[in-house]
């Protein structure tokens, strides 16, 4: 499986945490930076990744800011993306199985490695539930104000 990594600054550090574990466990690795603790702007980041997701150039892709929390605004915005922000392995397993989420976002400043590599691990090996979700799924893409 082909996984998308994408960070700015404050998450750096947990992405290569994240891209070395993946790669010993096989996956294959599409890095799309950044490459250094230099501030950068995490929505530029986030667009690489999801933009990849969406081409299905990778399966899955993972992003990692200071908190989260801006990475997972700005990867929601490219269309199709469904990224969800966790800080547990019931949020990663239940985003998945409710929500078909295919990107996780993390906060490099807030959970500690071993935390993360967990919801990595269960964010990649649960699937969907389908059923009753695939018709909210669907509502996703024309949310609107009616
Ligand atoms: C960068 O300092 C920080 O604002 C960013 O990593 C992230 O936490 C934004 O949501």
């Excluded at 998308?4 to 930076?33: M, P, Q, S, V």
């Amino acid at each position: 499986m082909k996984i998308g990594l994408g960070a700015d600054h404050g998450g750096f550090e947990l992405k290569n945490t994240i891209k070395k574990y993946l790669e010993n466990k096989g996956y294959e690795i599409i890095d799309f930076g950044t490459n250094s603790i230099d501030s950068v702007d995490y929505p530029n980041y986030a667009k690489l990744v999801g933009k990849a997701v969406v081409e299905k150039e990778v399966t899955y892709g993972i992003l990692v800011c200071g908190t989260g929390v801006g990475i997972s605004i700005a990867a929601n915005k490219v269309k199709g993306i469904r990224c969800a922000l966790c800080t547990n392995t019931t949020m990663a397993r239940l985003t998945r199985e409710h929500n078909d989420a295919n990107v996780i976002a993390l906060g490099g400043r807030i959970v500690g490695d071993i935390l993360a590599l967990d919801m990595v691990d269960v964010f990649l090996n649960t699937k969907f539930d389908g059923g009753r979700h695939s018709k909210r799924i669907g509502m996703l893409e024309c949310a609107g104000v009616e």
